[in-house]
């Protein structure tokens, strides 16, 4: 899997934090709705749980939300080809 994660880190230690710091940091403490694109192209050697294939379709969690994507299930692989995509709001 490839991605890329991007975060924001509080300091516990305030007092070694200037105020101007803090300032700088406010807009980006505060929650915000946003859309996450998710672009899933394929899996490889996937863990057969038939004789030697599985039937693997998409099960994308994020927090409490659940997507379980029957419509993308490849039947009797285990190297699928999926090139699906999913917008989802957090």
Known sequence: MTCYYKHIMRLKDRSKVSADADKELLPYLNPKTVVVRLYVLKGKSLTPKDTNTS?????????D??????????????NPKFFRSYDITT
Not at 55 to 63: N, R, T
Not at 65 to 78: C, H, W
Request: without cysteine.
């Open 55 to 63: 039937d693997p379709y998409l099960v994308i969690k994020l927090g």
């Open 65 to 78: 939300k659940v997507i379980k994507d029957m419509d993308s299930l490849r039947p009797k692989t285990n």
